[in-house]
């Protein structure tokens, strides 16, 4: 399969009053055409802000990309300038949220907010941008469509709110939708419904999906690929089944302890001992080293590099590593 996006080297800092935070460091991966990709890990290991270097919505002065390319479509986003950005943002790359209520306007009915991106993007009138927005409230499974089309924002469920973002978000036919944590505020039953409908427009309309969760029943799910994070860096990532059945890194098996099984849902998580590190005083360690019962003294000393083991799974874990390195 082709590649869709390439990320190479994607670093993002914040400048906090404390100093310098590596948020993603020195992340790369890359989404193919039609492929939906998870990025998995615990609250704060970089997953959210890889996505937001990736729409652009990380800004100077607190934030900063300060490294990388990410290549989408043949163009290196990060080198576009704002206009062209904004263009491919909403149109050709869409995002939605957790909390679908922080990307709406509280004060325009919803018809109107699925009209705009079609009238800027896809250039439609009015007349036919209305037409539009309702067949998309139809098409994301809510009864009574021109009723919706003119409510409020407060006026709607959770579960309503986050099937308009999906409407808005595959309004003009993206290539790619990141969605982070998109069914996290939401119960069971309407996070199958939800989950369920990503991946019929996924399968209809072709489009590649980059998934962002701390939930392993998600990504058994949806994930055709599982990118984990930790403290800002891939500690392991392949297939979902591979990385399923034969998880490498003690932090993978970690998160996997409790077993998902591919396919299924699962309601409680094992939670791993420890803490993520103090992201200010990092060293020259595998950063999982506190937490981890395999500890070796080279882990304390040197990061491990991510290697691939075979079957296209890679993994950064000194226990992998050629007997040379432990000192
Ligand atoms: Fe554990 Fe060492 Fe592997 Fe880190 S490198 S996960 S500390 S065994
Ligand atoms: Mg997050």
Redesign the pocket.
Known sequence: MKHLMKIEGLSTVFHTEEGKVTAVDHVSFQVREGETVCIVGESGCGKSVTAMSIMGLVEAPGGQVNGGQIDFAGEDLLRLDKNTLRAIRGNEIAMIFQEPMSSLNPVMKIGEQIMEPLMVHLKLNKKQARIRAIELITQVGIARPEQIFGSYPHELSGGMLQRIMIAIAVSCSPKLLIADEPTTALDVTIQAQILDMLREFKESGGMSILLITHDLGVVAEMADYVIVMYSGQIVEEGGVVELFNHPK???TRGLLKSKPVVGQRLEELYSIPGQVPNPLTLEQS?Y??DR?E???P??RSRQ?RLEELGGGQKT????YEEAEVHV
């Open positions: 890194h003690p932090y595998c999982f080293h981890c395999h500890c070796m080279v882990c491990p950064a874990c000194w226990l």
